[in-house]
């Protein structure tokens, strides 16, 4: 069985993230796997599912640099990156935003810093980024945005003190789960719906058909191993597709879309479980 911390600290995602998957866990319960003993996600964005989860033994991965340095500075150094959140919160103002988002070195604190400030601040809590892999989201219409959340963040450390977190493209977990005792949860980017849905700015990197053929591809060949796999998709004939033909299991899921530019498709849409087990 697998081991927990306890549950009294709380920890929850620190990040606004697209996609993020705090609102879908109570439906995901049922489907978690009871029996496993290592945890690995390579999609790790927000880390919803992790931190609902608390693993001891997780090795968290995603291809985006910034959004790991973020996690291991929450990790190993989160004091001092509680401090450094409070100088931007008295600092904040329009100015400043534009300042702090146009200036993107620094120490690995201070990226982490700017990343979190930037995402309470800038609009819909949107990352993206441009061609030259700068982020480019305006400022969002918050009157008093909670620039520091000082417990979040400490219950954030607590639940990642036993992690590994590395950037990696999602294949690296090939590398390491290889038994029924690993659970592997992917959260890819979508496959879009319709032809104005793509969303590409999240690393500058496009997620399309081969790389969603690439991801099954992996599915498969960790579940010959033994090891319980869950994703999660758009509901679409295209992923449905793909996993009718490794023998997944596929779960219709609700879910309530927030971000999008156009107000009248937010609401409740359709995505996809699936699992090997």
Not at 32 to 53: I, Q, R, S, T
Not at 102 to 127: H, M, P, Q, V, W
Not at 160 to 179: E, G, H, M, P, R
Request: charged residues 20%; hydrophobic residues 35%.
């Amino acid at each position: 069985m697998v081991t927990q911390i306890p549950k009294a600290a709380y920890p929850r995602p620190f990040l606004k993230w697209a996609g993020g998957k705090s609102r879908l866990i109570q439906q995901y319960i049922p489907f978690f796997p009871k029996d496993y003993n290592n945890y690995y996600e390579p999609f790790l964005g927000g880390g919803a599912v992790f931190f609902y989860l608390q693993p001891i033994a997780a090795v968290l991965t995603d291809i985006n640099s910034e959004l790991i340095t973020t996690y291991r500075c929450v990790r190993d150094n989160v004091e001092e990156l509680i401090c450094l959140l409070k100088e931007h919160q008295i600092k904040h103002n329009r100015d400043y935003y534009y300042h702090i988002r146009a200036n993107s070195g620094g120490s690995d604190l201070e990226k982490a810093a700017r990343l979190i400030y930037l995402n309470k601040t800038c609009f819909n809590g949107l990352y993206r980024v441009n061609s030259q892999g700068q982020f480019n989201v305006p400022l969002g219409r918050y009157e008093n945005p909670n620039i520091c959340p000082e417990n979040l963040l400490r219950a954030a450390s607590a639940a990642l003190s036993t992690s590994q977190i590395k950037q990696a493209d999602f294949t690296d977990v090939l590398n390491q789960a290889t038994s029924s005792e690993d659970f592997v949860f992917c959260d890819p980017p979508y496959h879009p719906i319709s032809n104005t849905s793509y969303f590409t700015g999240y690393n500058g990197n496009s997620f399309g058909e081969k790389e969603q053929e690439l991801l099954r591809d992996t599915c498969a060949e960790l579940a010959s191993r033994g090891v319980k796999v869950m994703i999660c998709n758009s509901d679409c004939a295209f992923i449905r597709n793909l996993y009718k033909q490794i023998d997944f299991n596929i779960y219709p899921i609700a879910a309530s879309r927030s971000i999008n530019s156009n107000i009248k498709r937010r609401g409740i849409i359709y995505e996809l479980l699936i699992t090997s087990y």
